[in-house]
């Protein structure tokens, strides 16, 4: 418990723990509706994980209408509509140029400062901080919430408490923990009655059993390839089933076949330990889910262009046009110079063998993994390596209009800490901001009705 007189100017304060993008949003906001604001930050200064999104260039938002925008948060976006009725994204992209910030949009509705430099939102954000009397204390690390008679009274340091009629907590997820997202506020929310869902990495690169294979072929980026993720082990996929269109969350998916998790066209890479890149990232919280519940495997189509008809005449082609050159010198057509030693290794076939005589069932084998490389998922990496954290505060205590807890007056939650994620193309920075953007107004009409 806090122990200060009930009538005191701190009793009307509103408290944000936690200065990233929503927090920062929440603050700026709830002041410039009128109330006394704290921001808490336990690093040594805002902004963290803004400064080193969208590869340090800040990818903002989406230049997608609201119905697509939604659906890139899969069920949990419905949670959104009131949060994006009243700030969305002309109205983030406004307030940034009143702030000096402006924005181009790029390939995919990705939307960016036209500086390609992040610090400059931060800049901007502590601008307005400033502008509207935000008290911000850094290296603050906040320890708990302090409730009297079941409303927040404050909250509690490793220095001093502070007191508040009313705490928005804008603690992050527990990704990129060097930016003080190190999951705190699952924590005391949880200590507060508040249910957790599972904490689960999104937007992470996966671990494969086979991994002396990808570190043979690591470095080597793949552009313009089909990778399908399947329920079952590699063996038994059918890359019969392998969809010709992307198939995932925002995208259609009435015609998912049973054993097809998600399937997507682009880019993507060989690590040490497995698999990486845009497309692999997109696809990586429907695999890990799909882990929980039996073995999962992909398959890379490396020439997704071509049937597999197609590649087959292609094939003889080359190797009748070419055949006296060795095995090693027709595979450099086709494949990137690392893989192709590894393809040797896989197809049995030797490397100096002429191609006029390579057999039709040793090019069967080629053609085979040509259009379903396959591998088995062994798990994501950490969830401190992951983009995003998916799980997090239940929305279903969460009053979407408000932000407010449903469990505890006086508190309110915004940014990733709740069990909101998306894809990446700037989705997970726009439901921070609108729902600090929403946080903050809320909180400070409580603390000014008292």
């Not at 009725?85 to 509705?109: N, P, Q, S, W, Y």
């Not at 990778?227 to 992307?246: E, V």
């Not at 799980?391 to 990733?416: N, Q």
Request: proline share 5%; charged share 25%; net charge positive.
């Amino acid at each position: 418990m806090v122990d200060v007189p009930n009538h005191s100017k701190e009793t009307r304060r509103v408290i944000v723990v936690g200065a990233g993008a929503s927090g920062m949003m929440a603050a700026g906001r709830a002041a410039e509706r009128g109330a006394n604001v704290l921001l808490l930050e336990k690093t040594d200064g805002p902004g963290k994980k803004i400064l080193i999104s969208g590869k340090r260039r800040c990818n903002l938002t989406n230049a997608r209408d609201l119905g697509d925008f939604i659906s890139m948060y899969g069920p949990n976006g419905r949670f959104l509509h009131s949060a994006f009725r009243r700030f969305f994204r002309d109205d983030l992209l406004a307030f940034l140029g009143r702030c000096g910030v402006e924005t181009k949009v790029e390939r995919g509705g990705r939307i960016f400062p036209v500086s390609d430099d992040a610090a400059d939102v931060v800049r901007a954000f502590r601008r307005y901080l400033k502008e509207q009397l935000v008290e911000v204390h850094t290296g603050a690390d906040v320890t708990g919430i302090a409730l009297r008679d079941g409303r927040i009274e404050g909250v509690r340091t490793g220095k001093v408490p502070f007191p508040a009629r009313a705490v928005i907590m804008a603690t992050g997820g527990a990704t990129w923990p060097a930016t003080g997202s190190t999951g705190d506020g699952y924590r005391m929310a949880a200590a507060l009655g508040h249910t957790v869902t599972k904490l689960r990495p999104a937007l992470v690169p996966l671990v494969v059993a086979e991994v002396e294979r990808t570190k043979s072929m690591q470095g080597v980026s793949l552009k313009n390839v089909r990778l399908t993720a399947f329920r079952g082990a590699a063996a038994t996929i059918d890359s019969a089933l392998t969809p010709a269109k992307d198939l995932g969350r925002g995208l259609d998916t009435k015609k998912r076949r049973s054993s097809v998790i998600e399937s997507r066209m682009g880019e993507m890479l060989f690590t040490h330990f497995g698999i990486g890149g845009p497309i692999t990232l997109l696809m990586s919280l429907a695999v890990v889910d799909a882990l929980a519940e039996g073995p999962v495997s992909v398959s890379i189509d490396l020439k997704p262009a071509l049937s597999v008809d197609a590649l087959r005449a292609r094939l003889q082609g080359d190797f009748d046009r070419s055949g006296k050159r060795g095995f090693r010198n027709l595979l450099a057509g086709l494949l990137p110079r690392k893989m192709i030693e590894p393809f040797i290794e896989m197809t049995g076939i030797p490397p100096d063998r002429p191609g006029h005589q390579i057999t039709a069932g040793e090019r069967e084998r080629l053609l085979f993994l040509l259009k379903s490389l396959r591998f088995t998922i062994k798990g994501p990496l950490p969830l401190t390596s992951a983009i995003v954290t998916a799980g997090g505060v239940s929305l279903k205590e969460i009053d979407p209009r408000t932000m407010a807890s449903r469990l505890v007056p006086g508190l309110f939650f915004c940014g990733e800490v709740m069990d909101i994620d998306a894809d990446t193309g700037g989705y997970n920075l726009q439901a921070a901001f609108s729902t600090g953007f929403v946080a903050g107004e809320e909180a400070a009409a409580l603390v000014q009705g008292f």
